[in-house]
């Protein structure tokens, strides 16, 4: 007989239980990521007393036992008693769900922490909370929470001569798949924080080694020293940063810009200092009056001439990296990942501010709209360009109906879900993976040399390079404007490359075409990494493979060091016959394989390690190897 399912079947989880029970529902996942989420909602809380003019440092500390402490010289959260609840304010905040001063507008005009959850959702997911609170009655006050719960009633512990909260918690391993919080991670949060709330200073120091790691992120110029970081490791076409700030029916806009030599397009958007990587109506208004202003310039200076066609946003924002941040009371948020802004007020409100400055900064500085507004007309003949060779590629492709690149061993079965296709470089290698695939489902597309480094080059250029062509034609979803996610023909696409400096660089090269021209191939978790081994070890008829040093020595010490071994160091993947290639790389039941995945909101970041890799800077290159090598586990020189 089933279950009953009457009334008292329907739960009521009582106050924090409903978080402790669906993590994912509040800080997205229980990973990594979800972890990471807790130090965003306590700092961003402190942000607020910022935006509101009141606090002026945040010093967030990783503690030796992986807890965080956030300290800020704010107000301090009010320790009266709330009436409504009976309780006082700090304990109200802290155990109840959608309780703060950011709703019914009295406590924040604007506020990050956008749903007002943040405090009690760290404090349910934490083994333990400790909150301290400088009161401006002279006052410091504590109260200790486990699990959510509260261990004893808000308690004065001595007095102070200044304001602000001190909060310290320690994630729960019950609920999180990993509690060591990154460094690396939080820097790069913490910095965008800075770089957005100008003036506010925050200090982030790691307790966790022998010597502390301290930065400190202060910035007087904002957003126009964000733009400046994003920059470095480019040429800018003109020194000035534009800058436009303003307020139109309370939405305050501020918005940098400054356009580089290159060919790619960064653009970021923020509303209360929340990313916003699916942009909004924010993003749509700065693109409008971009593109209005330039073309009206353009025309009124005798640029564009009457009988030319107008410059696409495209055009004019061909290496441009721009920062959009408003700040907006009531924000309103599209789709399933809220990372869409909706406010119709926030597309005008940009667009009239940015509208009116631009053409100010135009008017005054006629050299640097010159430079941009030739820079877009090469753009526009590219594109022009690409656009031939796009509509040449579509008109062969009807004719020979489909045909798929002569390299190409393609798989049999045609539904997309089962097929994965190996790029593999070399026709060597090539040759093994072609002998020792599966047919049915894994197809093969050896590629000859390194191809075209795309971070230099313009979409024109690299539609006509014929590995960076075979690769498109064997995805199926066409590039750039014309990407179409549903017609990709494989949902496993893997790069095989040598364990070596050369494949390294052939996979980085391969890597940075994905990202610039259908990055919705990484975001969609599409595209992997083979992990080919490093050695084979063989011992009285035994056989054994290490993909690390650290693995090989595991094995000797299980097997034994003698003159017995003959062990063999893989210079390459044309160096194992297509047995060895099928066992250790190719065959799903054992090979490695290594997802490649892109976090949205370090998506400035990731750009930023893009230029330096591949950009024509070789300081820039020298310096972050140099810092990144210890993180290198098997590299061959």
Known sequence: MGQEYGADQIQILEGLEAVRKRPGMYIGSTSLKGLHHLVYEIVDNSVDEALAGFCTEIQVFINEDNSIKVIDNGRGIPVGINHKAGLPAVEVVFTILHAGGKFGGGGYKVSGGLHGVGASVVNALSEWLEVVIHSDDGNRYMQRYE?????YPLKKIGTTDHTGTEVTFLPDKEIFEETVFDYDTLKTRLREMAFLTKGIRIILTDRREEKEKVRIFHYEGGIKEYVTYLNKNKDPLYEQIIYCEGSKNDVYVEVAMQHNDGFNENCYSFVNNITTPEGGTHLAGFKNALTKTFNDYARSQKILKENEQNLSGEDIREGLTAIISIKIGEPQFEGQTKQKLGNSEARGAVESVVSEQLTYFLEQNPAVAKM?????ILAQRARDA????????????ALESMSLPGKLADCSDKDPKNCEIYIVEGDSAGGSAKTARSRATQAILPLRGKILNVEKSRLDKILVNNEIKAMITAFGTGISDDFDITKLRYHKIIIMTDADVDGA???TLLLTFLYRFMPQLIKGGYVYLAQPPLYKIEKNKGVWYAYSDDELNRILMEIGRDNNNKIQRYKGLGEMDPEQLWETTM???KRILLRVTMDEESESE??????????????PRREFIEANAKFVRNLDI
């Not at 941009?372 to 877009?376: D, N, Q, T």
């Not at 990731?606 to 300081?619: A, H, N, Q, S, Y």
């Open 147 to 151: 699990r959510g719960k509260v261990m």
């Open 505 to 507: 660089h052939i996979s």
């Open 606 to 619: 990731i750009d930023v390690t893009f230029t330096t890799l591949m950009g024509d800077k070789v300081e």
């Open 386 to 397: 690409a656009r031939k060779a796009r509509d040449l590629t579509r008109r062969k492709t």
């Open 372 to 376: 941009i507004c030739e820079k877009a």
């Open 587 to 589: 065959d799903p039941e």
